[in-house]
Antibody, heavy 123, light 110 residues
């Protein structure tokens, strides 16, 4: 059974940093791209960042480019999202997702999602 | 405003069929696979359709989808009260080098 368990969400002041983690199990982690997707309160889904299966290629939404960094440790079956220079508009539930393919630029779909972790940016 | 355009809401009576549209452009829908997601409040989103028209195991055949040019459509037949949720389309965009979600469509079962 595929499981994705996010952690690291918290209340943080504007300008602060936070690192989210996603522990994966139930599939061959190093064979699939992974992504982070967020949902701000009252808003729709927004793709944040993606990383290919070996971690060598990453993509990020313009809204977080230069502030957020996605990475993975295939030995630990764990995906990360380092979030710096946080803003109020980054407040959202952050979901870890498994992609259906090895490359992060695949549009084949995100087939498994974690339950999400809440990040609140507020003073 | 989303690059992928969906109607904000649709409605149907139980047992009826409803469709949700997703309109994009040549740099996204026209050239990449489209996927569809169901999001019920308080739960994780679920993949309903991948590669334009394929259902993951466990998704009932009441859910179907198609794509033509720069538009894609999700169809739900025999609508049930349990289908009340937000539905999102998604695809890659070459120009933005980013995965995009549509703005989402809320299905209300009357």
């Amino acid at each position: 059974e595929v499981q994705l368990l996010e952690s690291g969400g918290n209340l943080i002041q504007p300008g602060g940093s936070l690192r989210l983690s996603c522990e994966a199990s139930g599939f061959t982690f190093n064979s699939y791209a992974m992504s982070w997707v967020r949902q701000a309160p009252g808003k729709g889904l927004e793709w944040v960042s993606g990383i290919n299966s070996d971690g060598g290629i990453t993509y990020s939404a313009d809204s977080v480019k230069g502030r957020f960094t996605i990475s993975r440790d295939n030995a630990k079956n764990t995906l990360y999202l380092q979030m710096d220079s946080l803003r109020a508009e980054d407040t959202a539930v952050y979901y870890c997702t498994k992609d259906r393919w090895i490359s992060a630029d695949s549009s084949s779909g995100r087939d498994f999602w974690g339950q999400g972790t809440l990040v609140t940016v507020s003073s | 405003q989303s690059v992928l355009t969906q109607p904000p809401s649709v409605s149907a009576a139980p047992g009826q069929r409803v469709t949700v549209s997703c309109s994009g452009s040549g740099s996204n829908v026209a050239t990449h696979f489209v996927s569809w997601y169901q999001h019920l409040p308080g739960t994780a989103p679920k993949l309903l359709i991948y590669d334009n028209d394929r259902r993951p195991s466990g998704i009932p055949d009441r859910f179907s989808a198609s794509k033509s040019g720069t538009s894609a459509t999700l169809g739900i037949s025999g609508v049930q009260t349990g289908d009340e949720a937000h539905y999102y389309c998604g695809t890659w965009d070459n120009s933005l080098s980013a995965f995009l979600f549509g703005g989402g469509t809320k299905l209300t079962v009357l």
